[in-house]
């Protein structure tokens, strides 16, 4: 019987002692052995081995049980106390750093669209008569023929033209016999005579003409003169035909200047605007562009190209350019004036934000949050964080990025940006899991961090994925971080 009681308490110690080194945590020393600092070198911190944005003063292991590592004043990559990342000289010339500092600069994005050349409708010209009759002698015979202003087109007759430089005539000698009659009758004959010049200046009669029929010297032949420099696009007028008042006779272009019509799509058009410089190049003309200014836009958009025309004022010395050309329009669009501006290559982009590196001298660089703006050419435009002629990194920032840990800098920048939780770890024993709710009890041994004795409590599962790990009667090791308020939440499991 005493054997038979000793054996089972001989069992029951030997389980107890089973389930007791299954519970009891495993705890890895949080600090490691200080690290020996070379001779003449101060250790300033301890850093994450893994690049994580956490230091310690003291030595210490990371949850994978690696040693921080020690940072020596003076060393390559070091965050120093105001924020600043120092670099060696050395390091500097082995990255490649470039430094560029901020300018003004025009931002100019191009547009590109396609266009064609038109007649200015402000260079076109009609000659025409203000009177009927024939043509009787046509010297610009041929579309196509340049004319200088100026230069007689062609000679007319009209049977109106003559009658009424007769009348002229009449009413000059009707005056000179009234010369002696009564104040009314002078004064209506000479009105007579006035009425008879203006009818002369009223179908473009110059001076010279009606003074010449005063005299008695009838113009027979009236010439029509080009009332500017250009080509005969239109040729109505033909010898010996009769024409009306107001028919046209010859239509002349002013080529000197030309209308470039660029199609331009509908989702562009906000970003074109009067007064911007274009530039056009044709095949015809390889190697050359011309350049001129949006003019005008016009409100309607063709509803079958879904493009609206933009016009645009184009100098034509020489005549190069001819009606219908068709090629290349590039705008540059943008803002007009002058923006704080440096490459776009010197923007380290954080998702949301953005980050330049601000070289203080002697290696160091301080990490600065910008806002951009608008982006042209391989620049971008900075509308806060950076003044005129501060300089940037340029080429290698995101080298020194990763040599610095450019992070544990970056976290200082805003007054408001919350701290990096920290992280707790234990051994526990599964005791249930509710998928459904993302939840676990455990039954944990203590956590020095929090003055926590071992319990059994819930906790939030971090991610979905976590409770496949996890069996009820299971033993694990986790680390778990506060998210909230009286809320712990499992970030990472180990066994299961």
Known sequence: MNKWIFAVLLATVASGAYWAGRITPHTPAVTAPAAQAPAGRKILYYRNPMGQPDTSPVPK????????????????????????????????????????????????????????????????????????????QLRVNTTGQAVKKGEPLMAVYSPELLSAQQEL??????????????????????????????????????PDQWREAEAGRFTRQLWLHAPTSGVVLEKPAVEGRRFMAGDPLLQIADLSSLWLIAEVFEQDMGR???????????????????RGRVDFILPTVNPQTRTAQVRIELANPGGRLRPAMFGQVELLTG????????????????GLTQTVLIDRGSGRFEPRAVETGARASGWVEIRKGLKMGERVVTRANFLIDSESNLKAALSGLSADAKPARKQHETDGKVVAVDIAAGTVTLAHQPVPGLNWPAMTMDFVLGEPGLAKQLKPGANIRFWFEERGEGEWTITRIRGG
């Open 335 to 350: 803002k007009n004036g002058p923006v704080l501006a440096v490459p776009d290559s010197a923007v380290l982009e954080g």
């Open 272 to 290: 074109v605007r009067v007064g911007q410089t274009a530039h056009f190049t044709i095949d015809a003309l390889p190697g050359e562009s011309f």
């Open 169 to 206: 005539r009449l009413a000059l000698e009707g005056e000179k016999m009234l010369a002696g009659a009564d104040a009314d009758t002078r004064k209506r004959a000479t009105a007579l005579v006035e009425a008879s010049r203006q009818r002369l200046e009223l179908w473009a009669i110059t």
């Open 61 to 136: 292991k990371d949850p994978m049980g690696m040693d921080y590592i020690p940072v020596y004043e003076g060393e390559d990559g070091g965050v120093e106390t105001d924020g600043t990342v120092k670099i060696s000289l050395a390091r500097l010339q082995k990255l490649g750093v470039a430094i560029s500092a901020a300018e003004s600069r025009v931002l100019a994005t191009p547009l590109r669209a396609v266009g064609s050349l038109a007649v200015s409708e402000r260079g076109l010209h009609t000659v025409t008569a203000r009177f009927s009759g024939w043509v009787e």
